[in-house]
């Protein structure tokens, strides 16, 4: 699922000075080949259209080791627990997906590619969509199994989830056996 949408609450800018604005945008473009405040994501497609990972893959340096697991452990979980707005994303977030499994005409299995420590997987799981989870770092999937495995087995009405090391690349389903794919903070990794 994506949601093309942006709410700029927020209209706050460093630069003020309209032609260091300018400047700045200008140099942006020629950069990356849109703005990053309105990018025409269709004019950008087309214009980089079969070089992979659009305005990443062609200046970007090689993927550099992910910590995030080893230095804030269940950072989700942590901000779902201690900060309502957070809370208030996530839920929302999650609500939205159950509601589009709930319209599937399949069964209502889902694939949470790129779970990271399992809290989206667990707030769908909830409300009685099966899920299965994949993500590339072991550290994370082992998270997810131990907060997932310490809640009361009657949060989850129809199973606990499935987590598995493995990347988005190489999975295999039967054909007609997900009805929904979620990926939260994955394409800009």
Known sequence: MTVAQAVATNTYSPLTDADVTQRHHDAFVGRWGFYWRAADLDAVHARNAGSGLLWYVRYGAPALPFAQYDNRPCMHWKSYEEME?????????????????????????????????????????????KVISVDPQLIAIRQAV????????SVYPRSVPLFQVGQGESLVFD???VAVVMMLDVIEH
Do not use: N, W
């Open 85 to 129: 707005v957070y809370r208030r994303r996530a839920d929302h977030l999650a609500k939205i997906v159950v509601e589009v499994a709930a319209r599937s005409l399949l069964p209502a299995c889902m694939i949470a590619l790129g779970c990271g420590e399992g809290l989206f997987t667990h707030l769908v799981a909830k409300s009685g969509v």
């Open 146 to 153: 131990d907060k997932v495995h310490h809640q009361p087995r």
């Open 175 to 177: 054909d007609d056996s």
